[in-house]
């Protein structure tokens, strides 16, 4: 597998293959929010459902040349049924908890590889991690100084219609913070992403063969004024 540097592409698209059609959508969607009368805790809680036509799914091939291909071709039929939670607490004055959780799943309900002629029909559509949750915690203290740590997790994600985990990215987390001092419009600030240095794909394209990693572990300082 070949890798590519964050923030470039994993190929150069130079065309499409294939003719794409528009993406007739049905939705369902719900949802529940609730407040504390002292506005100290907050949650919010939805499930949604859509059934999609024509659900487009993203390839690219090696050709040979300087650059690659890229194709999309039509799922008939897709659904995407999911659930999302999020909570907010403030126990103290300064003090902010915050989370969120979600699940999700789109299944392929009809789908033949139209090159291949292999049946994906219930096999669950690239690109889409299987649960994705989020952990903050911010302080500011009454002088100006404040402090964050928060905490990301992605799940299993494949980049194949096949749910093939050679090309696909295991389950991982991120952990990132920063320690700064406010005073009127001025910030100063030090802080972290990727502390742990987690190796991860942020895509990985099966048909060239080609992964972009994600950012590794990324310190600095920062200085900002608001005009």
Sequence with gaps: MFFTPKNTSAACWVKFLTRTKSIPISEALSGIS???R??????????FAYDIRGYQ?????ATGSTSDDYLVVNAPKARSI????????????????????GVTQVT???????YT???????????VPRYDFSFRCEYLHSSGWFGVVKWSANGRTYYTESED????QRAYGLLGGRLGFATGRWRVAAYVENLLNQRYYSSISAGTMHGTP???RTQGIEACFAF
Excluded: C
């Design 214 to 216: 994600g950012s590794p």
């Design 108 to 114: 392929l309900r009809e789908f033949t590889d139209p």
């Design 57 to 61: 799914i993203e390839r690219s091939f």
């Design 117 to 127: 002629g292999q049946n994906f029909s219930g096999k669950q559509a690239p690109y």
């Design 82 to 101: 999911g659930a999302e939670i999020e909570l907010t607490w403030q126990p103290v004055s300064g003090l902010r908890l915050s989370s969120g959780f």
């Design 34 to 36: 609730q407040q504390a």
């Design 38 to 47: 002292n506005n100290a805790l907050a949650s919010t809680f939805r499930v």
């Design 165 to 168: 985990i050679t090309f696909g």
